[in-house]
């Protein structure tokens, strides 16, 4: 286990924001890293992660989209990645399932170390890759199948069912582990794209668990939802971490508050500082992290 | 000639108008154009609308009726010998008068009457077109003068001259439906005085087709037998034939054009693809015809067939040819319009690039492709030029692709080629396959433009 909180924070009440807001003028006052130095701040590395990322730079072309990062993903942990927009942390996300093989001109260099495979060899094949790290997507991307069919789709491709008892089992489990099978248990067979803007997230959630991955990438998964469907995920999230890990970039800084372990705050292209989500929201190291958190900046 | 100066005339009016009223605005206004309740501008145009628009009005009204007035009187300033002949006779004699007023004939030829009639008819031509003048120049300064007036700072010109051009722009719509519609209409017709000549039963039930009606009662093999099932089949064997080649092959290049193709590739295929679209259809028909047609016959006598030298496969297989452009087309857009979240869906789950596209993308765009499909369906009923040059004429009620069989369209052709009587079935028997192939291709439309809204709202 890496360094985990016991509890995510919780910052609903308004006290306990002023007090954070204390916190960091405190620790504003005390030396922090000033802003003009980019080098990573803060626990990068952890003991024995799930992923290992070590000098990854990503180029569009000629821009130079994610610059040095060395970042570990620890086990069983919801990393939460912040920072504002264009700042790298979409791209650096996607490098971890190679999605970003689908983007003409970008060259990315580095290694990222899952299960002693080097996910950023050119010569690994990436179906099996992309079965070990899920993906949920931004705006709900079902496929305009049936419920059922959305699920099987990852276990036929991948031959993970010998009959249609276990692909049954596998839809089943996999709708109840993403929390949406009370919602349409009686209905499987209707199309996916007919569900609310939450049950289809939940639905592509569920989708990227039937192929039991270890670990599930999610870019704001939450951005297109209201605040309901975003709790829901997000009470989601915590229950899944005990079998996945999770990594989340998200633009809401209380969401990563309140279902993350560790964030890390990038800002153009740099890893900026990256610790147990207390301390980078607590007791910020970095002069610009510290801005982007009380909200000065981004 | 006249006319033409009189129009520039009124053009060169109305522009003056238009400087005029921005004037009168500009002057009423005192200078002050954030006074004026439009921009000076829409002064202009209302009051070059004024001076324009019943000028016009009563120029193409005019014209419209003037001959039909010129000519009665005319015709009542004849002697009684001519006005009590039957009408086709007395619009042969008013044809020598107009010619002869307008010198295309010589005054020798005719009898002193109609030389009277085409001097009366020069005469009042003449006073004709002096009083279309004087009116045409009266209205459009009048109009221009009353718009002139009617300009104040209140004044919302701008709604007036908007709506002008609104009911302009639908004046513009309505004539390309009203033109359809006529279209429509007179098929509809004359296809009904074909069916009373014709049982509507014995056209589209029976399996017989020879149009060749007698002119004389002694004449053998001329009895006329309108029996369509021939046609029906022959232009179903066709367009199978042209749909066999034409949707998997299109379907096909649409895939790897907008899949796996590399942007240059792309750019290049792509118009190298619509320039076989913009081939006129008659080059494709020699092509069958010369060119395809002696090699499927030379293949099918190496193999012991026996290939008309015009067959419905030949030009099955050219139209498929035709219309590929078509259907890639259309399913390239129906694929494009497939979200990229989609195919970022399905490769986040492992997916590879041909389960994506197998799996994903065809079923999403399946509705797209099957609209496309369905109208080079109805293109390739529609399709003429080339049945006609390769398909043959013959009636055959067949299923045999190398035979020669016969389509609607081409028979409306034949049917309609040369002299005519208007009313005997076999001329008449044009409308009714016209109204038949309408009717289909219609449907066909309707349901392939309903199938593809119905996508593009999933999306959207």
Request: proline share 4%; aromatic share 8%.
């Amino acid at each position: 286990m890496s360094t985990v909180l016991e509890k995510p924070l919780n910052f609903s009440s308004e006290r306990r924001r002023g007090e954070r807001r204390k916190h960091a003028r405190a620790a504003a006052s005390s030396a922090t890293v000033p802003r003009e130095d980019r080098q990573t701040v803060g626990a990068a590395v952890v003991e024995n992660p799930r992923i290992r990322c070590t000098d990854i730079n990503v180029h569009y072309g000629s821009k130079h989209a994610v610059k040095n990062v060395t970042l570990d993903i620890g086990q069983h942990e919801v990393m939460a990645m912040i920072g504002p927009s264009g700042c790298g942390k979409s791209t650096f996300l996607r490098c971890l399932n190679r999605m970003n093989d689908t983007i003409d001109n970008c060259r990315i260099t580095g290694d990222i170390w899952l299960d002693g495979l080097n996910v950023n060899d050119r010569a690994i094949d990436v179906v099996p890759l992309r079965a070990k790290v899920g993906m949920v997507f931004q705006k709900p991307n079902p496929f305009p199948k049936s419920i059922y069919e959305n699920i099987a789709f990852g276990p036929r491709i991948h031959g993970l069912a010998r009959n249609k008892t276990d692909l049954d089992e596998i839809v089943v489990n996999s709708l109840q582990n993403a929390g949406l099978w009370q919602e349409v248990k009686d209905q499987l067979d209707q199309l996916g794209t007919s569900l609310s803007g939450g049950q289809q997230q939940r639905l592509c959630i569920a989708r990227a668990i039937a192929v039991n991955p270890e670990v599930i990438l999610m870019d704001e998964p939450c951005s297109a939802l209201d605040p309901i469907a975003t709790a829901v995920i997000e009470n989601l999230m915590s229950e899944l971490c005990a079998e996945y890990s999770i990594v989340i970039v998200t633009h809401s800084m209380q969401q990563a508050a309140r279902v993350s372990h560790r964030t890390a705050y990038f800002h153009l292209g740099d890893l900026i500082e990256v610790g147990t989500t207390e301390s980078v929201f607590m007791n910020p190291l970095h002069q610009l992290t510290e801005d982007y958190i009380t909200g000065r900046f981004g | 000639m006249q006319i033409f100066i009189l129009l520039f005339i009124l053009a060169a009016m109305t522009v003056i108008s238009f400087y005029l009223g921005r004037q009168r605005a500009l002057t009423v206004a005192g200078g002050n154009v954030a006074a004026l309740n439009s921009l000076p501008g829409y002064y202009g145009y209302y009051m070059a609308l004024w001076c324009g628009i019943p000028a016009l009005f009563i120029l193409m009204f005019w014209l419209f009726f003037e001959s039909a007035i010129v000519a009665g009187i005319v015709v009542t300033s004849l002697p009684d010998a001519f006005t009590t002949l039957p009408e086709q006779q007395l619009n042969l004699v008013l044809n020598e008068i107009v010619n002869l007023a307008k010198e295309n004939i010589s005054a020798g030829q005719v009898s002193s009457e109609i030389t009277a009639a085409a001097q009366l008819y020069n005469q009042i031509q003449t006073v004709s077109s002096g009083l279309l003048f004087a009116l045409v120049v009266t209205l459009g300064a009048g109009g221009a003068a009353f718009a002139w007036n009617r300009i104040h700072v209140q004044q919302r010109a701008r709604n007036k001259v908007e709506r002008t051009v609104l009911i302009f722009l639908m004046i513009c719509s309505t004539i390309a439906i009203f033109t359809t519609l006529g279209i429509v209409l007179s098929v509809l017709f004359e296809a009904m005085r074909f069916f009373q000549m014709v049982p509507l039963t014995d056209f589209l039930l029976g399996l017989e087709w020879s149009p060749q009606t007698a002119i004389r009662s002694d004449q053998i093999g001329s009895s006329g037998a309108f029996g369509a099932v021939p046609l029906f089949a022959g232009t179903l064997l066709v367009s199978v034939i042209a749909m066999t080649v034409a949707a998997p092959l299109g379907l096909m290049t649409a895939i790897y054009l907008s899949e796996y193709a590399s942007p240059a590739i792309r750019a290049r295929s792509k118009p190298l693809l619509e320039i076989l679209a913009g081939i006129p259809t008659v080059v494709y028909g020699f092509f069958a015809a010369l060119t395809v047609a002696p090699l499927v016959r030379g293949w099918g006598e190496s193999l012991g067939l026996s290939v008309s030298s015009e067959s419905a496969l030949a030009a099955g297989v050219v139209m498929g040819i035709m219309i590929i452009p078509f259907v890639s087309s259309l399913s390239d857009d129906a694929i494009n319009a497939v979200p990229q979240s989609l195919r970022d869906g399905a490769y986040a789950l492992g997916a590879t690039q041909s389960e994506t596209i197998k799996k994903v993308i065809i079923p999403a765009a399946l509705p797209g492709i099957a609209g496309g499909v369905l109208l080079a369906v109805s293109r390739a009923i529609g399709e003429t030029m080339i049945v006609v040059m390769a398909a043959g004429l013959a009636a055959n009620l067949t299923a045999n692709p190398l035979e020669s069989v016969t389509t609607v369209t081409v028979q409306i052709v034949t049917l309609l080629v040369g002299d005519q009587e208007f009313d005997s079935p076999k001329t008449l028997a044009a409308f009714a396959l016209g109204l038949v192939l309408f009717a289909v291709t219609l449907t066909l439309n309707v349901i392939a433009l309903y199938i593809v809204r119905k996508y593009r709202e999933q999306y959207e």
